[in-house]
Nanobody, 120 residues
Framework: QVQLVESGGGLVQPGGSLRLSCAASGSIFGIVAAGWYRQAPGKQRELVAAITTGDSTNYADSVKGRFTISRDNAKNTVYLQMNSLKPEDTAVYYC??????????????WGQGTQVTVSS
């Protein structure tokens, strides 16, 4: 059974930093691509950052220059380094990963979400 578990959320003051982790486990053959999404109360879920097979990355305009997505293939883990946090970054952050479950078969999974609150 494949699991995708996020961690690293919490309460931070404006201007602070957090690093989110998204770890895949189970009988898998690696993460093909992944993205971090967030959903604030009353708003739609939005894509924050994504990383592809070739490690190309893209970011929402609102986080460019502040957030960095990366991956550790040996640990089947994707990270989101968040710097210079603002109150408007407050949301539940979700990881979505395209995981190779058997050679030639890729399936998408969502994590359970982790709360990030930016407040003084």
């Amino acid at each position: 059974q494949v699991q995708l578990v996020e961690s690293g959320g919490g309460l931070v003051q404006p201007g602070g930093s957090l690093r989110l982790s998204c770890a895949a486990s189970g009988s898998i053959f690696g993460i093909v691509a992944a993205g971090w999404y967030r959903q604030a109360p009353g708003k739609q879920r939005e894509l924050v950052a994504a990383i592809t097979t070739g490690d190309s990355t893209n970011y929402a305009d609102s986080v460019k220059g502040r957030f960095t997505i990366s991956r550790d293939n040996a640990k089947n883990t994707v990270y989101l380094q968040m710097n210079s946090l603002k109150p408007e970054d407050t949301a539940v952050y979700y990881c979505n990963a395209q995981i190779r479950i058997v050679p030639g078969n890729v399936r998408g999974y969502w994590g359970q979400g982790t709360q990030v609150t930016v407040s003084s």
